[in-house]
């Protein structure tokens, strides 16, 4: 079937499950396959640890030195396993947090986990920190905070052999359609609590179906069990610039503050950003979003769990 590609390419093509706003192509990875190499520049080399910001954290973390970091590694800019045998992840998420780990002088105990399953337990403290591309909502933050490092967003895409959609950025123009998306996310709440648009507007509403594993929701689009997938700006953006994909990227709807997720409270916000922030100005932060062609989500400044931008 036209257009139409392997379960395994799919899974590794489709995005990771959150947040914000890209570059139109990124300049770093040349395909998303299973496969694909990750840049091989590693701009967070030369970083040493920062004796002030060491400061900021709690005695016991300084004195054992190592930190409980929680990733969802979904796919490409934000993270990814370029080399599946390894299972060493790459990413804008990993760099981001592998400068913070080296600025205080901590070494990540990363653990793989589901993005359903990380925000809970961190709670629960299970976890110290965790990363997976996570946006900044105001219901996050009545129980979880946020160290920002990023701005990304949800948007919308499409098939490229369906011309059945221009630009899209408002949720009444997905009526009569179906919309897939990832469980757990941003995108199925906003979804499922604005659905009065199209029976506002006289239209039939569209429908949303929710996928668990991410590689499904792609392969639901090329065999057109789906017409739409609403997920990150970034994600998506990634997607259209390979032309394996057969995706096209159809607009921005809302734009998310994305930042390192934290229990309520926790004791490790000030240096964390204090460490994102030395990352901006020391210029590393750039080559980062740089090396992964997402320099239009580009923050001035970190901050500690700000309001939802309306």
């Known amino acids: 079937m036209r257009g139409r590609l392997s379960a395994a390419v799919l899974a590794a093509l489709l995005l990771p499950v959150l947040a914000g706003c890209g570059a139109d192509a990124p300049s770093g990875p040349a395909a998303a396959g299973a496969a694909s190499p990750a840049p091989s520049d590693d701009v967070t080399a ?32 934000s993270a ?11 990413g804008l998420d990993i760099d981001i947090a592998e400068g913070v780990g080296k600025l205080l002088g901590l070494r990540l105990e990363r653990q793989d986990a589901s ?3 990380i925000l809970p337990a961190l709670s629960s403290g299970k976890y110290d920190v965790g990363t997976g591309n996570f946006g900044v909502t105001d219901e996050r933050r ?11 967003g949800q948007g919308f895409a499409v098939r490229k052999d369906d011309t059945s959609l221009g630009k899209v950025t408002r949720l009444d123009q997905l009526c009569g359609k179906a919309v897939g ?19 506002d507007a006289g239209k039939k509403p569209y429908t949303v179906q929710v996928f668990s594993d991410n590689g499904a929701i792609l392969t639901s689009l090329q065999q057109g069990r789906i017409d739409v997938v609403m997920s990150t700006i970034n994600g998506l953006r990634y997607q259209a610039s ?3 994909a057969g995706v096209t990227f159809l607009g921005e709807f809302h734009r998310l503050d994305v930042g390192f997720a934290f229990a309520k409270g926790s004791p490790l916000l000030k240096a964390f950003q204090g460490a ?16 992964w062609g997402t320099q239009d989500s580009a923050i001035e400044e970190s901050l500690i769990s700000p309001p939802e931008t309306k």
């Open 181 to 199: 998306t990832s469980a757990g996310t941003t995108f199925e709440a906003t979804l499922n609590s604005q659905k009065s648009v199209c029976a």
């Open 276 to 291: 994102v922030n030395e990352l901006i100005d020391n210029g590393t932060y750039g080559r980062i979003l740089t090396k």
């Open 115 to 117: 993005f359903e399953a």
């Open 242 to 244: 390979q032309p394996a």
């Open 142 to 152: 009545k129980t979880l905070d946020f160290v920002t490092y990023i701005n990304d």
């Open 46 to 77: 030369s970083l040493k640890k920062n004796p002030a910001l060491a400061e900021l954290l709690p005695e016991d973390v300084r004195a054992q030195g190592t930190l409980r970091i929680a990733s969802y590694v979904g796919a490409p800019p």
């Open 80 to 90: 990814y396993f370029p080399d599946t045998s390894s299972r060493r992840p790459a």
